[in-house]
């Protein structure tokens, strides 16, 4: 790499490390690293949604929805730890792949390009944070109602490919808790849900389940 590789990097945080990286797009359901694993590169999402997996005998919680702009697998490089869940494709998916070595010359020859990173990384730590609070104390309808409003902002599209074992996963509440909270809304005429997707009929009903 040149300082030529620096000049007049563009604003955007994804674009300025896509010359770095190598891009790949994968299908839906795709393994992009499994839990325990030791991470060999850093992932960033161009196009498509990654869930976070976290996987405990029989028992499997979704830790977290991740969408294009957002860094893949940061904690596990900053602490030289395995991975603590897996990454899985949830629609085909465009992933930029960042080589450790590459990362490190970045950091120590670049700064800035560093600096991009990091704030990819706060940007997926304060979307976590902000669920955490913004799902303290609420009812199952209101987490679910919640849940496909931010999934529909975030996508930009009024239906979801998302089942109920995926929704009950993401909000750690049993299949049955979820089931009876998308019936409540569906009897509204809030959404149609289907067998691996959820319609958003009227994103008004929905909003009345999430106090502000």
Known sequence: MTQEDFDELPGNDVE???RFATRRTHPAGRILFRQ???PSALLVIEQGEVELVYETGSDRLVVHLLYAGSSVDHLAILLGIPYPYSAVTLSEATILRLRLDTILALEELFPEIAFRWLRLLAHTLDRAHQRLLEMAGKSALEQV???LL????????????LTQEELAATLALSRQTVSRALHDLA???AIKPERRRIHLLD??????????
């Open 36 to 38: 325990g694993e030791r």
């Open 145 to 147: 109602s919640h849940v």
């Open 187 to 189: 009897h509204e005429g």
């Open 150 to 161: 931010h999934e529909s902002a975030e996508r930009n599209e009024p239906t979801l490919d």
């Open 16 to 18: 300025a490390l896509r």
């Open 203 to 212: 994103l008004e009903k929905l909003r009345t389940h999430v106090p502000s």
